[in-house]
């Protein structure tokens, strides 16, 4: 894709989530002109934070961490002192247990047993073997690198609640690309007296935070891109993207007509082609209307108590129940709990638009959740006071066995109209953490206003796990904290 020719008018940014809005500020504040157009009343997409009577919460847990030395001094650069340094504590409920995560060899040991560890054991060390054979669905990766029985016992259940479908359709790149650095016998090793902290890679135990949620973030943005003489424009889908000689012309948002110099657009593939006039040719329709996308709900619940447990969150592993992941939001940042003697807890429910958990009532829902939350231990059924539901359309793109070819005829159709540029995680169709997503912004910005030439679909295409920590100083370990939060035993955490 070739640099587009701002300089004759304004940039046009679609989709008002992590990766638009960094588009956007960066033009902004290069004084370039830019109208930023989302169809939501707020901005931030899956990172907003939601308000309800005053109680806040995540539409998913969205931590700040980053090997991206540019992308973390532009969080601290927009929030300052009101990004938190936050203690990470998260555990898997496994079969009536709690498992800390990442997995650390002593508790696992401890919880599951001596016979089961015997035999993930044997189970791992039969799989080393078929490591260097190509795999080609998550199910054949995460059995390689860790043997079936852990695969069973700590993966299947959990990620197939996730996607909706059997391990075995999901693709081996979505395994590499969200568990790449992690290992069975890293984390044995781990435990082990006398091996250095810095010489093993294990998933980071704390990350920064907005006091007030991940929505705070995006709506400083917005309004630092209004402050350098941006727009921000609200309630404005995208319904119309006219192409004329390989450019875009113009972009129906909401009720105006735009006429931009260049695009940046992080709206879903889908979304793009089916709005293309002259409509996209056969083959890219029909390669779009085959991407899938998982969709989520969560039910926030308030609850009498002021510490229900710990943990940030917790990934439930129990084929019994329909909840995933379960946040407490106290635990992210106390100024998300209005009242010192209560907590917000959100169970995060995935599933299909239009299917039976998604066209529950809010009343049904939040019933659900009640009775799930109880039977799981956490918190006595007679303590919930009321809930709150948000549902969330194309929350996650579906790496099934058809995906690369289907997000291949795009791109090809995409990278042959010069002025339009791709980014975030539906505009790539690529699970990208926040942090990703910025970045694809970032380089955009570049090869639009300096025709830098980055191949915007490479970036995180290639990269480790962004969570395994790295050891080295950093600037901004000495940012404001809070006290760290105490398990049940006492202990800090």
Known sequence: MTSGNPTTGFVAVLGGGPAGLTAAYQLARRAQPVVLAEADEVVGGIARTVVRDGYRFDLGGHRFFTKSREVEDLWHELLGDELLRRPRLSRIYWDGRFIDYPLRAADVMRKIGALEVIRSLSSYAGALPRRRRPAESFEDWVSARFGRRLFELFFRSYTEKVWGVPCSEIRAEWAAQRIRGLSLGRAALSALPGVGAGEIRSLIEEFDYPRLGPGQMWET?????????????????????????????????????????????????????????????????????????????????????????????????????????????????????????????????????????????????????????????????????????????????????????????????VDGIENLHQIGRNGLHRYNNSDHSMLTAMRAVENVLDGAGHDIWAVNAESVYHEEEVAEEHPYRVAPDLPARRSRSGSAR
């Open 221 to 413: 943005m917005a309004d630092e891109i209004v402050t350098a003489g941006g727009e921000v424009r609200l309630r404005s889908p995208v319904t119309r993207i006219r192409v004329e000689d390989g450019r875009v012309v113009s972009v129906r948002a909401g009720s105006d007509e735009l006429e931009p110099g260049a695009v940046i657009s992080s709206l879903p593939l889908p979304t793009i082609a089916g709005a293309a006039v002259p409509a996209a040719p056969d083959e890219v329709r029909e390669a779009a209307a085959g991407l899938r996308f998982r969709d989520f709900l969560t039910v926030a619940l308030v609850v009498r108590g002021a510490d229900l447990f710990p943990d940030n969150w917790v990934y439930v592993h129990d084929p019994e129940v329909k909840v995933g992941r379960i946040q407490n939001f106290r635990a992210w940042s106390p100024a998300m709990v209005p009242d010192e003697d209560r907590t917000c807890v959100g169970l995060e429910y995935f599933c299909f638009e239009g299917d039976e958990l998604w066209s529950r009532s809010d009343e049904d829902l939040v019933e659900l959740a009640s009775r799930e939350l109880a039977a799981l231990g956490l918190a006595p059924r007679g303590y919930i006071e009321r809930g709150y539901v948000e549902r969330v359309r194309r929350a996650y793109p579906i790496y099934d066995s058809e995906y690369a070819g289907r997000v291949s005829v795009l791109r090809e159709w």
